[in-house]
């Protein structure tokens, strides 16, 4: 099974700050990466897939790259509505494994 | 508007058995994959279980395999989740996610989600 592994665990930045989060496979999964952002007492929601492509209706603020085994999840000028838990999911090879997560907090 | 509404949640001793349906709406079911995903609390979501448009593709997480069972009515545009033998382990909550496919990726990314069921396992 392919692992994720994401850093930093946890994070605090300001409004406006730019933020990265960094998302490791623990082998090639080319650019089958995608990255969620869960707020708490809701369901995740997918921001980002194939490592670079912003899904529909997501702020343009978000961004994605990397591929291989090295992926970044930017935020260029972090929103009140920002802060929250991110994860990064790979859908190269079953099961198709989350990461521990990145919680944004305020500063 | 795409919706996904799971139910059939709740407590349960370890060894019994919970049926969770989705009933979804809002889009083309049968020209879509869907799957299981839950989540332990304090933990990251977990993939449990995939079933293709038609049925024909099945797979499950090996911590759930030979217990639970996916199945899905696509003419009730309904999708279940069969959970036997449950253990501790098994408390989260489960949401019923769509599969949006991209380039050749099987699962794509689960691009719709419903608010989740909450099964808790405990004596």
């Known amino acids: 099974d392919i692992q994720m592994t994401q850093s930093p665990p946890s994070l605090s930045a300001s409004v406006g700050d730019r933020v990265t989060i960094t998302c490791r496979a623990s082998q090639g999964i080319d650019t089958y990466l995608n990255w969620y952002q869960q707020k708490p007492g809701k369901a995740p929601k997918v921001l980002i897939y194939?490592?670079?492509r912003l899904q529909s209706g997501v702020p343009s603020r978000f961004s994605g790259s990397g591929s291989g085994t090295d992926f970044t999840l930017t935020i260029t000028s972090l929103q009140s509505e920002d802060f929250a838990t991110y994860y990064c999911q790979q859908s190269y090879s079953r099961p198709p494994a989350f990461g521990q997560g990145t919680k944004v907090e305020i500063k | 508007e795409v919706q996904l509404v799971e139910s059939g949640g709740g407590l349960v001793k370890p060894g019994g058995s919970l049926r969770l349906s989705c009933a979804a709406s809002?889009?083309?079911?049968?020209?879509?994959?869907l799957n299981w995903v839950r989540q332990a609390p304090g933990r990251g979501p977990e993939w449990v279980s995939h079933?293709?448009?038609?049925?024909?593709?099945?797979y499950y997480a090996d911590s759930v395999e030979g217990r639970f069972t996916i199945s899905r009515d696509n003419a009730q545009n309904s999708v279940y989740l069969q959970m036997n033998s449950l253990r501790a382990e098994d408390t989260a909550v489960y949401y019923c996610t769509r599969s949006s496919t991209y380039m050749s990726s099987y699962y794509g990314r689960f691009d719709y989600w419903g608010q989740g069921a909450l099964v808790t396992v405990s004596s």
């Open positions: 194939a490592a670079s």
């Open positions: 809002g889009f083309t079911f049968t020209s879509y994959s």
């Open positions: 079933i293709s448009s038609s049925s024909t593709y099945i």
